[in-house]
């Protein structure tokens, strides 16, 4: 799982056990002795991050379809999305009518600028900016040519919630940050997501959005008659997930501060045996230090030492690499005509493996390690629990140079 279930304790139970004696299961239930769980997640949010506006949702892939529908992102539009994500920021914009348009990534892992900024068209709209396990896109490159083309940035936060780029919060930087708290993520509600922004009208789209058209209402959101004239959906979050999200985001600085201690500690002691290329960091003070990530000279050598350790490159880490993303290749959605809609540019656009070669070079050669988050479907299937003491770290480090012998 995710560092925020290793850190689950008395704080956590609390919290729901408040929620189940009150029995307020909704957030539109509370009262002046009970106050929302909800409610009380997205100001703590708000102040935590230093971002003005926070809706609490069901999940990270609703917080991503809302912030399409708060920019009016729809049909005969193109976002620019790395090759290097997770399957559900393309969906998103698949299903917001408007068509992904695949970006290289460089050896942070994450977006390429220079490539994104090749594949920018009349129908480009927005960048996805997906910092991806746990590091910071280059967001003074992205915001640079987003505002010299007068495009739109989203921050997909999934993999990052906590982390920073030059000082500000992941997720505070771009037009809207959309984050997941499911249970391999930094922090977690079980499922569930979080949408923000400083925009007080993308804030108001956003939420009618997730809540039947409706428009934000502090004192009694049941009977708020004001609706944005946006047709809605139910995306909310409840007030158990809310109540578990509370407590885990009154210790994301913690978990940090023992991630990133125990990545340093790793890499020092593996490096007093031997130096491997690590990636590039866009921002090293900023990182959630949730994976490391080696990218090896060759695919081979990397091959074999993740066999050797019992996991595999990123190249075959499911549908984060998206020549693994069958339905997006195929166009497998619910209705042959919807979505995908077309476009003059892409009309026909290729997700099939090859479309990125630099991203196939660079993924074919990189291993991860696993730092907090143990997901064998992400490729970080070796490496530390996120409560790994000095005795793991050093035992930890041994065992990769034993499993490896011969091959570095």
Same mark, same amino acid.
């Given at each position: ?36 769980? /909800? ?277 075959? /880490? ?47 050669? /990189? ?21 790994? /003491? ?19």
């Amino acid at each position: 799982m995710g560092p925020g279930v290793a850190f689950i304790g008395d704080e956590e139970i609390a919290e729901v056990l408040d929620v189940l004696r009150a029995r307020q299961l909704s957030s539109y239930s509370r009262n002046e002795q009970h106050p929302s769980k /909800t409610d009380q997640l997205e100001r703590h949010i708000e102040d935590v991050f230093g971002v003005r506006h926070c809706i609490a949702m069901n999940s990270g892939t609703s917080a991503l379809l809302a912030a399409w529908a708060a920019l009016g992102i729809g049909p005969g539009d193109e976002v620019l999305v790395p090759g290097y994500a997770f399957v559900a920021s393309l969906a998103a914009i698949s299903y917001a009518g408007a068509t992904p348009v695949l970006v290289e990534i460089d050896d942070s892992l994450t977006l390429d600028p220079d490539d994104a900024e090749r594949k920018i068209t009349p129908r480009t709209k927005a960048i996805l900016a997906v910092h991806m396990l746990g590091e910071p896109c280059d967001m003074a490159r992205i915001g640079q040519i987003a505002a010299r083309h007068e495009l739109s940035v989203v921050e997909d936060v999934a993999q990052a919630c906590g982390g920073s780029f030059a000082g500000r919060r992941l997720g505070t930087i771009a037009r809207i940050g959309a984050f997941s708290l499911n249970v391999f993520k930094t922090i977690t509600s079980g499922d569930g997501g979080l949408l923000t922004t400083h925009d007080r009208a993308l804030y108001g789209r956003a939420f009618a959005f997730h809540d039947h058209g409706y428009a934000p209402c502090r004192s009694d959101a049941i009977d708020c008659a004001d609706s944005t004239n946006l047709l809605g959906l139910n995306l909310r979050m409840n007030e158990l997930g809310s109540a578990v999200a509370l407590a885990q985001v009154r210790k994301l600085d913690a978990i940090l501060q023992r991630l990133r201690a125990n990545k340093q500690a790793f890499v020092d002691v593996l490096r007093s045996w031997i130096d491997l290329p690590m990636r590039r960091s866009n921002d090293p003070t900023g990182e959630c230090a949730t994976t490391i990530s080696y990218i090896f000279p060759d695919s081979r050598l990397a091959h074999d030492v993740a066999a050797a350790i019992g996991t595999t490159t990123a190249i075959h /880490t499911g549908k984060h690499y998206y020549g693994n993303m069958d339905e997006i290749i195929e166009r497998r959605t619910p209705s042959s005509r919807y979505p995908f809609a077309s476009s003059s540019s892409h009309d026909g656009a290729d997700y099939r493996r090859g479309a990125l070669p630099a991203t196939d070079d660079i993924l074919s050669r /990189t291993v991860h390690l696993s730092v907090g988050v143990s997901d064998g479907y992400l490729g970080t299937s070796f490496g530390l629990h996120p409560l790994a /003491t000095s005795e793991n770290i050093e035992h930890t480090a041994r065992e990769f140079i034993d499993r490896t012998r011969g091959l570095l």
